[in-house]
């Protein structure tokens, strides 16, 4: 019931933009995403509830299908604030919440 | 400012020990969360809880327990330690809902020797 995100891993320069994948074998009602900076505490991002909607957040953007039980997570244009572990979380039915495998976002000068 | 605050950054214990990690909100949150943090494995949930006095198992409960007393202070219990056991520990708050924002601590690293 864990969340797959996808890729585990991802250099970027500063500039680049990068799309972190997040997908489930459940039902969703809603993906939250977090970051994480090193040696810091997981910050909240954004929340996607059903009905497809698209958020934003600055230069970072999320998308939910609730069809195809995904989430993506778009970042444009990197800066190096952005590093950091990404986590998706998944709200199932019955107050089930499952945070992601994580995803390490590094971008470099 | 909300705040989670976990007693321990860094733990250093032995095989066999009793250890406890203490958690504490201020926001007034009916729920409270232990994770653990690999690489590769993300955060998986130990225990939660929804109220004072109670709790759910997460999934992996295994060599765990939790104590919620007092609404404010959420603790993790390794009964005997293993070596297995050593990871980062994160605990987190939020209001009643699941899709309620999650707001966490700043971990607890534990290392088993």
């Known amino acids: 019931q864990q969340p797959v995100q996808s890729p585990q891993a991802v250099i970027l320069r500063e500039g680049e933009d990068a799309v972190i994948n997040c997908s489930s074998s459940?039902?969703?009602?809603?993906v939250h995403w977090y970051r994480q900076k090193h040696g810091e505490a997981p910050v909240f991002l954004m929340i996607l509830l059903k009905g497809g909607e698209q958020k934003g957040h600055e230069k970072i953007s999320a998308s939910f299908n609730e069809k195809k039980q995904q989430s993506s997570l778009y970042l444009t244009a990197s800066q190096l604030s952005y590093s950091g572990t990404y986590f998706c979380?998944?709200?199932?039915?019955?107050?089930?919440?499952?945070f992601g495998t994580g995803t390490s976002l590094t971008v470099i000068p | 400012d909300v705040k989670v605050t976990q007693s321990s950054r860094y733990l250093v214990k032995r095989t066999g020990e009793k250890v406890f990690l203490e958690c504490v909100q201020d926001m007034d949150h009916e729920n409270m969360f232990w994770y653990r943090q690999d690489p590769g494995l993300g955060l998986r949930l130990i225990y939660f809880?929804?109220?004072?006095?109670?709790?759910e198992k997460g999934d992996i409960p295994e060599g765990y327990s939790v104590s919620r007393e007092k609404k404010e202070r959420f603790s993790l219990i390794l009964e005997s330690a293993s070596t297995n056991q050593t990871s980062m520990y994160l605990c987190?708050?939020?209001?009643?809902?699941?899709?309620?924002?999650?707001?966490f601590g700043a971990g607890t690293r534990l290392s088993v020797l």
């Open positions: 987190a708050s939020s209001r009643q809902g699941a899709e309620d924002i999650q707001y």
């Open positions: 809880s929804y109220d004072v006095k109670m709790k």
């Open positions: 979380g998944t709200e199932l039915s019955g107050n089930q919440f499952y």
């Open positions: 459940k039902a969703l009602y809603s």
